[in-house]
């Protein structure tokens, strides 16, 4: 399993693979770092109807992007690097914090 910045809360009323949710919800080249974060610590108050509406929404917008990097790649990777940079500062923090928490 592979580090992800977000902290998704345990949800044991809603069904869902939380490594794939959180991948599509970090991938995400629509939202900004503060919208993911605000997605993820909201899950115990959504229901599965809800949450099963974002996956879609999530998933569609990789189908999407894939379409448009086909006629503006160039404009597609710019997002997607501003992403990588937003995904890459934050594991920065939480391995900071991780630290910080063990020198405690």
């Known amino acids: 399993m592979s580090q992800h910045y977000l902290i998704v809360p345990n949800c044991p009323h809603l069904s869902f693979d939380r490594e794939a949710f959180v991948?599509?919800?970090?991938g995400s080249l629509s939202l900004?770092?503060?919208?993911?974060?605000?997605?993820?610590?909201?899950?115990?108050?959504?229901?599965?109807?809800?949450?099963?509406?974002?996956?879609?929404?999530?998933?569609d917008e990789v189908q999407q992007f894939a379409k448009l990097a086909q006629e503006k790649?160039?404009?597609v990777r710019t997002l997607y690097?501003?992403?990588?940079?937003a995904r890459?500062?934050?594991?920065?923090?939480?391995?900071?914090?991780?630290?910080?928490?063990?020198?405690s």
């Open 23 to 26: 991948t599509l919800l970090e």
């Open 73 to 75: 790649p160039d404009d």
């Open 81 to 85: 690097d501003t992403q990588e940079r």
């Open 88 to 103: 890459l500062k934050s594991e920065v923090e939480l391995d900071q914090l991780q630290s910080d928490q063990n020198d």
């Open 32 to 59: 900004s770092k503060t919208e993911k974060k605000t997605i993820a610590s909201r899950l115990p108050l959504m229901t599965q109807q809800q949450l099963d509406e974002i996956i879609v929404i999530l998933k």
